[in-house]
Each structure stands twice: as C-alpha cells, then as structure tokens.
C-alpha cells in the first residue's frame, strides 16, 4: 500500500467547475468588505476606533475598494472611527 496519494487526484484546478459558466472578468470585480461594521457584531468582541483604523488600512493595503466601516450616529468612538479615516494626513502618517 503506498500512503502518498496522486497530486491531480488531491487538487482540482477551480477552472473545472467554472469552465462552463459565464462568469465576470475578474479585473471587473470590486471588493466590499463588512468587516468593521459587522464584525463586532459577535459577542466579545470590541475594537477601538484606533484598532478599526489600523483594520481599514490594511485591509484597503490588501485591495479591497469599499470598506463599510460603521455607523457614525451609534456612538461616539464609532463617530471617531469616521473621522480618523476621513482626516487628512497631518504628520505623514495616516
């Protein structure tokens, strides 16, 4: 018996179940992430404004084009989320 299995058996290229679809060209396709805004929605857990502007920025590093950050109107760190991603830069770094 020979433990190792063949690789074309492990991996199916994903264009196998697409092949037949008619399916957008993906330099079309524009991220929108949720993350901030529901992401907190799971109990336990709480970011501070600082926290979720540091999340923005790398999730805007990775590509995403729309981050929905939050409801400005909640409360008063969600408030300071907006304008901490809206302010321009002051230092150089934002």
């Known amino acids: 018996m020979n433990p190792q299995e063949d690789w074309n058996q492990l991996f199916v290229n994903p264009q196998h179940y697409t092949s037949t679809q008619a399916l ?8 929108y992430d949720t993350t ?19 999340i923005a920025q790398e999730v805007s590093r990775l590509g995403c084009h729309v ?27 934002h």
């Not at 981050?67 to 770094?93: A, I």
């Open 36 to 54: 901030l805004r529901d992401g907190e929605q799971m109990p336990g857990v709480a970011l501070s404004p600082k926290q979720k502007y540091l």
């Open 24 to 31: 957008p060209d993906p330099a079309t396709l524009k991220i």
């Open 67 to 93: 981050v929905d950050l939050c409801f400005p109107t909640v409360s008063p760190s969600e408030h300071e989320l907006l304008r901490l991603v809206c302010e321009p830069p002051s230092n150089g770094q």
